[in-house]
Each structure stands twice: as structure tokens, then as C-alpha cells.
């Protein structure tokens, strides 16, 4: 009997112990910061698969091909994960790119030959400013431990594509976007709006105006 009693009572121990953790988890919401820094970058996924399949269609320079070709893997991947801890988070993610990142699509797909090929990179090198930044600023305020770690993630290989970017915008003489002191995306020195700025050019752009990815209005510190 006394063993049966025992194992009741140590049964009802794990249970009452478990249960202020699994409520402390359940009222866990992600922070504003971390809900528009995974729609943000959900929507640059949706930009850059989109125009790296274009890339690939209508590109005339071979390393214009190889990169649509490397970004379509890579931010398909990031995509994954972006959904995934979305989903754990209850976090509602669009189903289409922003309107500019739309736009910005829809002027590539008037493009061919070389000319497409500047413009390409041009949007590029925006755009991967932009998503850096983004990530950025992810990394140094988020408050969601997943978020933050898949924003931590995502950076390296978001500098890769950049990196390589400039490289290539050198050989076919594209401006390039100025970097801080310590080589980090900031172009012209100014301070850019966190995911869901106020201002309207999206990862994307022309690169004459560093607006966020997001689509919500609330500016926060310098951020892709």
C-alpha cells in the first residue's frame, strides 16, 4: 500500500511541478520586435526566391545566374525555418512580398541582357542591406530566444550574399551601398528603420532610399 501511496504522491509532485512551467510557456508571446523581424524576413524569402529565379531566366552574365541559382537555395532554406518557428509562435505570416518588393519584381521582369543584370544587382545590394540591418537589430533586441537564434543564423550567409554582391556589382560597375567602419551594411551612414519603418522602399529597392522590410509603421533603432 505504501508504495502505491508513494508513487500517487510522486506522480502528483511532477504534475503540480510541471504545471507552472507549461503555464509560464503557454502565456509566452512574442515581443513586437520579434513577431515583425519574422514577417519582415519572410518577406524578403518571398523577394529574393522570386527575383533569383528570374535571375536565372533572364540573367545574361553567367555569375548573375549562379548567384539567383545560390539565393533560391539558401533563402529557401531560411524560408523553412522562418515558418516553422512562426508557426510554434502562433505568428501570422503574409502570403506575398511588400508592394515595393512587388514593384521592384515587376520592373526586373521588364528587363533583359545586361541591362536586367545591373538592375538586378542594384536591387540586390538594397535588399541585402536591408535584411541585414533587419537581422541586426533582431539580434540585439529581440527577446524570443528562437527568433533571435535564427536570426543569428541567418546573418553569415545574409553577409555572404552581400559580400558577393559587391564583388560582382565591381565588375559590371554598380554603385555600391557605403559600409560603418567595421564593413557592416549601412548605406550613406544613416540610421534605417527596424522591420515595419515608416518608410516605403522594401529590401528590393533601387537603393536610393533604405526604408525596412517590414509593412507596419513603428520605427525602431538602426537595423536589411
Known amino acids: 500500500m505504501w508504495g502505491i501511496k508513494r508513487l500517487g504522491l510522486l506522480a502528483a509532485l511532477v504534475v ?9 510557456q503557454a502565456a509566452a508571446q512574442p515581443s513586437t520586435q520579434d513577431t515583425q523581424y519574422l514577417q519582415a ?21 553567367q555569375q548573375v545566374k549562379d ?21 510554434q509562435l502562433n505568428v501570422q505570416l503574409p502570403a506575398d512580398p511588400t508592394a515595393d518588393q512587388q514593384k521592384v519584381l ?15 544587382v542594384t536591387a540586390q545590394l538594397a535588399g541585402h542591406v536591408q535584411a541585414i540591418q533587419a537581422t541586426q537589430t533582431e539580434i540585439s533586441q529581440g ?3 528562437s527568433v533571435v537564434q535564427l536570426a543569428q543564423d541567418a546573418l553569415p550567409v545574409l553577409q555572404a550574399h552581400y559580400d558577393a554582391l559587391v564583388a560582382l556589382a565591381q565588375t559590371l560597375g554598380v554603385p555600391v551601398p557605403q559600409t560603418s567602419a567595421s564593413g557592416t551594411p549601412s548605406p550613406g551612414g544613416t540610421t534605417s528603420p527596424a522591420p515595419g519603418g515608416t518608410e516605403s522602399s522594401a529590401p528590393g529597392g533601387t537603393g536610393t532610399e533604405e526604408p525596412a522590410p517590414g509593412t507596419t509603421e513603428t520605427p525602431a533603432p538602426a537595423q536589411s
Open 106 to 120: 515587376d520592373k526586373l521582369n521588364g528587363l533583359s541582357g545586361a541591362q536586367f543584370d545591373k538592375a538586378w
Open 67 to 87: 548567384l539567383g541559382k545560390m539565393f533560391v537555395t539558401d533563402h529557401t532554406q531560411l524560408d523553412q525555418t522562418v515558418k516553422s518557428t512562426a508557426q
Open 16 to 24: 503540480v511541478g510541471l504545471a507552472p512551467a507549461a503555464a509560464a
Open 143 to 145: 527577446s524570443e530566444q
Open 41 to 61: 524576413v519572410h518577406q524578403v524569402n518571398l523577394f529574393e526566391i522570386t527575383a533569383g529565379n528570374l535571375a536565372q531566366q533572364k540573367g545574361q552574365n
